[in-house]
């Protein structure tokens, strides 16, 4: 009778840990989602238009810490550079919310590097990475902040020199050219060849050179070849060999693809019960040209994300996130074109999907680009977002057509290179300072206030 009525017991505390286990997974609601082509605050159903600034981390720790109580200040000039003496934020705390506030913003988009949450082969977030991010959400989480979750990469992977995409998936991806002299390929080399990218020819074909710290997940910053060139953003670095074998095997069906929805299923599982984590950012200005297979990757990693958290908005975007394609091409072709017509069709009735986009002076004029974004929201039925671009210009075009925005970037969050005093990477380094990485300010793009 006793034994019987142990088991019982043990079976009842079983049942109430399922439960409660259950009940603590389920995700709570996001505070703002999307309503066919505009975003909406979730309990009222009133329009928003989201603003701020980007918190963008580009090396270890990939996150910025929530300790201190000053806002955000870089010195990053002519004169300290040419002294090594230059200043960095390494933090965004309650000061810095409340400065955002201050400035009538109420987003950002938060750097959630792939390399950096998921540096290891494994269906695991890093412990650390995780940590960080459930401290910067919980901050965001008491201050109505709402964040854009952005897997921000440049150039595609610190084996090309890069940033975003993880070591060990390059090495899954193009494991021949890992430590190896940077090439472009036919029909790449055409428009973007690698070796009139400034700096390559302090390495040029010099194979020593290029396999120092070959397979470091700091490659991009301890080579001396990729630190020649990658302290700009040349789109040259984007298409060399390597890259495009890696952003191949990304977007491809199999292997590679399934490793890219692993890791957004695995964000979302991590930012269930953050309702100011709104909005996902598949891929910072992906380097690719193969618009179907990036188009249909986006689909699987939005229905793995909406699998776990249903009202999650998810971006969808084009090579770059370029602004580009032509309005007139919307109207009279259809903004689908080399997409699969089932995926455009799903892009159609999807209640989440959004378009980010940014604009660095392509095209010339911002308010073509908000021409061209607009074309693309309206026969796809989703809202745009300017997730990233450098101008009062672009913020005031945004600003005006009712478009979320959010500026690059309230601090260069990173103290490596010459500029900072050619400290110890990693051991004695914050962030990555590559890949147009200055010009931080948590005062905004524009000279006067932003709201």
Not at 265 to 275: D, F, I, K, N, W
């Amino acid at each position: 009778m006793a034994q019987g009525s142990t088991v019982l017991a043990t079976v009842a505390t079983l049942v109430v840990m399922a439960t409660a286990w259950a009940f603590e997974a389920a995700p709570v609601p996001r505070r703002v989602v999307v309503r066919e082509q505009e975003f909406v605050v979730a309990a009222t159903g009133a329009p928003i238009v989201m603003r701020g600034p980007n918190v963008v981390v580009k090396g270890p720790p990939y996150l910025p810490s929530t300790d201190g109580n000053t806002v955000c200040n870089d010195v990053v000039d002519a004169t300290c550079s040419a002294l090594g003496n230059c200043t960095s934020c390494y933090t965004f705390n309650q000061a810095d919310i409340d400065n955002l506030k201050s400035r009538g913003w109420n987003a950002i988009r938060l750097g959630v590097v792939w390399a950096g949450a998921q540096p290891r082969d494994e269906d695991a977030l890093d412990p650390d990475f995780l940590a960080r991010l459930h401290r910067v959400l919980n901050l965001t989480d008491a201050n109505g902040i709402h964040v854009i979750l952005d897997n921000h990469g440049d150039m595609v992977g610190s084996a090309g020199c890069g940033n975003g995409v993880p070591m060990w998936f390059q090495k899954k991806a193009a494991p021949e050219l890992i430590g190896k002299p940077l090439e472009t390929k036919f029909p790449y080399s055409l428009v973007m060849p690698v070796d009139k990218v400034s700096g390559y020819s302090y390495c040029g074909t010099n194979e020593s050179m290029w396999a120092l710290h070959a397979g470091d997940p700091n490659y991009n910053l301890l080579n001396p070849c990729c630190q020649a060139m990658n302290s700009d953003n040349p789109g040259g670095l984007g298409y060399t060999t390597i890259s495009q074998a890696t952003m191949g095997y990304l977007i491809k069906k199999g292997p590679g693809r399934d490793d890219f929805v692993r890791y957004w299923r695995l964000l979302a599982e991590a930012v269930t019960q953050h309702p100011s984590a709104v909005g996902a950012e598949l891929m910072n200005e992906p380097m690719t040209i193969i618009r179907n297979e990036a188009f249909d990757t986006w689909r699987a990693c939005a229905e793995a994300i909406n699998a776990v958290i249903p009202d999650m908005s998810v971006a969808i975007c084009d090579t770059g996130e370029g602004a580009v394609l032509p309005a007139w091409v919307d109207k009279v072709i259809g903004g689908g074109i080399a997409i699969d017509p089932a995926t455009v069709a799903w892009i159609k009735q999807a209640t989440t999907l959004f378009y980010a986009w940014h604009w660095y002076g392509d095209p010339k004029n911002v308010d073509d680009a908000v021409k061209n974004v607009q074309a693309i929201g309206s026969e796809w039925n989703v809202p745009t977002f300017a997730t990233e671009f450098g101008s009062c210009e672009a913020w005031t075009a945004a600003e005006q057509a009712n478009i979320s925005h959010l500026y690059w970037h309230y601090s260069s969050y990173c103290n490596t290179g010459p500029w900072f005093g050619n400290r110890t990477v990693p051991t004695d380094t914050f962030g990555g300072c590559l890949l147009g990485w200055a010009g931080g300010s948590s005062k905004g793009v524009c000279s006067s206030p932003l709201n």
